[in-house]
């Protein structure tokens, strides 16, 4: 079976301007692991979702004096270079990648306390019982809604400015 040739290229572990995990940090894998997550959710919305066959981007290692570090990489095929365009990579975090790196935070610290013992089930809001990552709207509020300050519509909305 005919497989196209893809191109691939590193993009980095988070934007360009953004601090990072850094390799030898005790918690460095599980640090690393979700800010490529969210990082690849951030490029998947500004290439506009593409077909993964097309241009997809994934979490990789490469080896390093103190282990193994962590990039996100683009895979592309020709028709996805022709999407991708790293001038346009975002070199910050949008507000919904924000919204999502400290969502996924508080969960990790109510799983650690729950493990723990230290609270109850009952005790965990339940925005953070869920296991995927809630759809944040790309707006300044959402990170209220990720630290469950404000409860996320469950329907439409209309927003007054």
């Known amino acids: 079976m005919f497989s196209p040739k893809t191109l691939t290229i590193e993009v980095g572990p988070v934007p360009a301007e953004e ?27 500004a290439f506009g979702n593409p077909d993964p066959v097309t241009l997809s981007f994934e979490r990789r290692g490469f080896p390093h ?27 910050c975090w949008d507000a919904i990648a924000r919204a999502e790196l400290t969502w996924l935070r ?12 230290t609270v109850d089930l009952a005790d965990v809001p339940v925005a953070f019982c869920r296991s995927s990552i809630p759809d944040f709207p790309d707006h300044p509020v959402s990170a209220w809604w990720a630290m469950g300050f404000s409860p996320l519509p469950a329907g439409p909305a209309l927003t007054l400015h």
């Open 19 to 45: 601090s990072c995990a850094q390799v030898g940090q005790a918690d460095y894998e599980a640090q690393s692991r979700l800010e490529c997550a969210v990082f690849i959710r951030q490029l998947q919305r």
């Open 65 to 91: 004096e103190l282990g193994r570090y962590h990039e996100v990489v683009a895979i592309m095929t020709a028709a996805g270079a022709e999407i991708f365009d790293e001038a346009t990579v975002p070199t």
């Open 106 to 117: 508080l969960q990790a610290q109510w799983r650690q306390q729950l493990l723990a013992g």
